[in-house]
């Protein structure tokens, strides 16, 4: 007898069937004896495709009109599933962010939550219906509709599970939890049973694409239980919650991302003022870098390194284009393909060998490392695209992460996706 | 100098290039000094699809969840919209029902409109904004969405026209206006420049389709004047407006409508009661009963004939295959194949000789009346299908209403309707 609040991404609603599904696994919880409310996301690719109408109108679609377009995604998914509860004899109710009360900062497009007020919930709870909740939008003080950015229906869940003090928020997706790396990755990787804010929050960041890390941040905060499992089965998937039971590991788990590009500027006058007039020219243009790596000094010239999201290449040329001549710095280069390889663990903080043995493991399989960096709980490294898969493995490997079991790799098509649905039922 | 309500159907915004054409009309128009207020449909085919959707989750959807999945269709829509005049440097704003104060009674899928506060349109105007509002929906005093039922869109438009005093409330579709007769049907048609309220209302609910005789109603009842035109040019249309200045026509127009059906009960005893007992089941079983003929009697049997709506059919054999049993009729059959053909003019009234001289007329064409009913200001015939258009069209001659030019018949293709409405800008 517990109070669920149970968020379903867009694959798990892309299609009447699938909803239908959705559909008997929350009915099926309330004839256990739960209670329980939904959230849900846009069907399928559905985003997508009113941002490629939108810009198929306006290269540049006013804040509040994209966020109001966008609102309609989850609007129509709610509906759906509203309809697939009654139809098999249960009572449903769909909300809406702003009947949901989830009001928000006015900041279209990537709205912060400020109030969560679950009162129409609670009361639907009450006459026995299953709320059914449109994640990814709020309303900010004028009554315009808000969206919470990319993954914000995990954020609109955790909000929901703290307002309404459910016992865990369970966010259902296609994989089974959160795993020591990504499984497609190392097959022998192990899914954690639990895993601490902290260690969930550096993964996420680190690249671990399993939980926003902007949700986790609000269930750290406030303390809301979170359970990441798979949609398709009925295991149970991985806890996130302060003080996991289990003994704590020196190394949780491995993420990497390949979403960075590194850009290196050559030849750089190595005189004051210059990195910063460089760095602050691309912080002006909204390039977020992350890693920054200066050469020993040569004959008054060096060579500096930075990686940033690929997403902000076409910004950081654009400030380089105009700065590398400002500053009479020599050239940049562009290399795309590169990986950051992150270890996260909270243990970390009491065992200083780590970093050693990381780059021990690294050496003797002749991987070379770009750069580095570290935060009390993580050590990231740069590795050579190429190297990646390779550099993961043996760090999982070292740091005794490997499962007894092999993960199945291969990529399950829709129909098998469908079959271990009607399965998990 | 005027202040135009501008309502557009769906085929109108169906595309993204059809949606920035209906831009740079409300742009134009603003150019023009006028000040502008949209309201849309949804895209194309939208509601059908969501109607669809809906159908393949639950055979029987909660009329609650059905409007707020419709309501989806107009948001769509309209931020779209909204999107395309910000693309052309002027400011626009989208407003759904609610926001735009539209509230209804809580008869989802076919509330009525018991009040209109257009504060937030009224201010959208004062700033310079163009409002855009979401066409088809509203909201009851329990703040949920509710829809107005098919066409509802036309009823959003004249409630806006009323409640911000607009000069004109101008419906946009696919035909240049009224014609005093189908011009598929009848190519030499002509079109109005104008008609009566009680005129236009007759035709609408007689079949003509160019208005949704419920916002004919509307603009009757509060004295709002009409613009019927067409999206894809810039002549003018047909004024819907109280006392016409043109001199008042015997015959305004006439309608054809082949969605209704006749039922003929066969063999039914002729004693008190009987058909009181047939038409209260029908009507029990939500049988709209239009026309009702009944034979002369024969050995104490008679026939009875009664037209309805296509779509009640499958009501009306359920209530008669329980029925006709019941009284000790014979037996009943089905003529799907009819035709309500109607003459329509104030000047009836004052015409004593309208319907002897229809009758003569189809006499002489060799056209059989299965049925005829009337009211003062309408005669309608019920045909065989396959008389329709010979009836209409000499009914069309008999009556004077030809025109000197003939109407081209053949069908627009996309392509030629995007031509044209490239030629109308």
Not at 199 to 215: I, K, T, Y
Not at 337 to 362: C, N, R
Not at 385 to 391: D, K, L, P, R, Y
Request: include cysteine; proline fraction near 3%; glycine fraction near 8%.
């Amino acid at each position: 007898m517990s109070l669920i609040v149970a968020k379903f991404g867009g694959t798990s609603v892309a299609s009447p069937e699938r909803i239908k599904n959705v559909a008997k696994r929350l009915v099926r919880m309330k004839q256990e004896g739960h209670q329980v409310v939904a959230v849900v996301s846009a069907m399928g690719k559905t985003t997508d495709e009113l941002v490629g109408l939108a810009n198929a109108i306006n290269a540049n679609p006013p804040a509040r009109e994209l966020d109001r377009l966008l609102s309609t995604g989850e609007q129509v998914s709610m509906t759906l599933l509203a309809m697939a509860i009654e139809a098999l004899g249960y009572k449903a109710m769909s909300f809406t962010g702003r009947q949901a009360g989830i009001e928000t900062d006015g900041t279209h497009n990537k709205a912060k939550i400020v109030k969560v007020d679950n009162e129409r919930i609670e009361s639907a709870l009450a006459e026995g219906a299953i709320p059914v909740i449109a994640g990814f939008q709020g309303i900010d003080k004028n009554g315009d509709i808000t969206t919470l950015g990319r993954g914000g229906s995990d954020t609109t869940a955790v909000a929901v599970a703290w307002g309404i003090k459910a016992d865990v928020c369970e966010i259902y997706s296609d994989v089974e939890g959160v795993y020591t790396c990504d499984p497609r990755v190392v097959p022998r990787a192990k899914k954690l049973d639990q895993i601490s804010y902290d260690d969930m929050l550096e993964l996420a960041s680190a690249g671990s694409g399993v939980l926003q890390s902007r949700a986790v941040e609000f269930a750290r905060k406030w303390n809301v239980v979170i359970h990441s499992r798979s949609a398709f089965s009925d295991a149970e998937g991985t806890y996130v919650k302060e003080e996991p039971d289990m003994e704590e590991a020196v190394i949780t788990g491995i993420a990497h991302d390949t979403s960075e590009v590194k850009v290196t500027i050559r030849g750089v006058p190595d005189s004051t003022g210059v990195a910063a007039r460089l760095f602050s020219s691309l912080a002006g243009n909204m390039v977020s870098v992350d890693m920054i790596i200066q050469n020993i000094s040569l004959d008054g010239y060096t060579d500096i390194s930075f990686t940033c999201p690929g997403a902000d290449l076409p910004r950081a040329k654009e400030t380089l284009d105009r700065v590398v001549g400002e500053v009479n710095a020599r050239e940049y280069v562009v290399d795309e393909d590169i990986a950051k390889v992150s270890l996260v663990g909270t243990g970390m903080k009491s065992s200083p060998g780590v970093a050693a043995k990381a780059f021990t493991t690294l050496g003797e399989n002749q991987i070379n490392i770009l750069a580095i960096s570290t935060s009390p709980i993580r050590l990231s490294v740069v590795v050579d695209g190429a190297q990646a898969t390779q550099a993961v493995r043996c760090l999982h490997t070292a740091f005794g992460l490997d499962s007894d079991s092999v993960f199945e790799e291969k990529q399950l098509s829709a129909e098998e996706i469908a079959a271990k649905m009607m399965k998990g039922r």
